[in-house]
């Protein structure tokens, strides 16, 4: 069992539509990552956060640290969306990975 | 260009071959990660520095992969008599402790 589990693995929306990844890990952690990476390789992170909620334009993360859990959800998609989101853990002094979400989201 | 840098993005060798990465990570920063990404999965961590000192190292680290950042600044990534197996993609990325992580473009690695 991986220490980082996100879900679905994939995902297809209609554009406008609300999406919701989730994220359960296993270790103990200081804090979690949302990461952004499209076709390419590029990574950039969207959100660092170790309690409660962050919201950043159309993105809002939230944390739930007693259950283990995080979700990110995006409000009104669109095309350029579209990318894998990948949730990480800290653990101590390195990131743990979850394999990741591929959103797709048509016009 | 304050990003962090990679270089080269791409790498075509053939087994056996050894090959260096080189990571330029944003100036202040004092903590800078490898990490190893193959088709369809997220990255593994490999190593990390803070300044020069490499504080930890991967069991996915083998004897066949060095890594270096002498002067606390840029870092390379070293794989020695390179295997199929070591197709992927390397991503460097830097940070201060306590802030976000900062990732570079990564180097393409395959082997012939």
């Known amino acids: 069992k991986n220490e980082v589990e996100q879900s679905p693995q994939n995902l297809t929306a209609q554009e406008g539509e609300f999406i919701t990844i989730n994220c359960s890990y296993s270790v103990g952690i200081s804090a979690l990552h949302w990461l952004q990476q499209h076709p390419g390789g590029g990574i950039v992170s969207l959100f660092m956060l170790s309690s409660g909620k962050k919201k950043h334009g159309r993105l809002i993360a939230t944390i739930n640290i007693q259950e283990k859990h995080s979700s990110l959800h995006i409000t009104a998609s669109h095309p350029r969306d579209s990318a894998v989101y990948i949730c990480?853990?800290?653990?101590?002094?390195?990131?743990?990975f979850g394999t990741g979400t591929r959103l797709q989201v048509f016009p | 260009d304050t990003g962090v840098s990679q270089n080269p993005r791409h790498k075509i060798t053939k087994r056996g071959q050894n090959v260096t990465f080189r990571c330029d990570p944003i100036?202040?920063?004092?903590?800078l990660y490898w990490y190893r990404q193959t088709l369809g999965q997220g990255p593994e961590f490999l190593t990390y520095f803070q300044n020069e000192a490499q504080l930890e190292k991967s069991r996915l680290l083998s004897d066949r992969f060095s890594a270096e950042r002498p002067k606390g600044s840029f870092s390379t990534l070293e794989i020695q008599r390179t295997e199929q197996g070591d197709s992927a993609m390397y991503l460097c990325?830097?940070?201060?402790?306590?802030?976000?992580?900062?990732f570079g473009p990564g180097t393409r690695l395959l082997v012939l």
């Open positions: 100036s202040e920063h004092n903590r």
């Open positions: 990480a853990v800290w653990d101590t002094d390195k990131l743990i």
């Open positions: 990325a830097s940070r201060t402790m306590g802030e976000t992580q900062y």
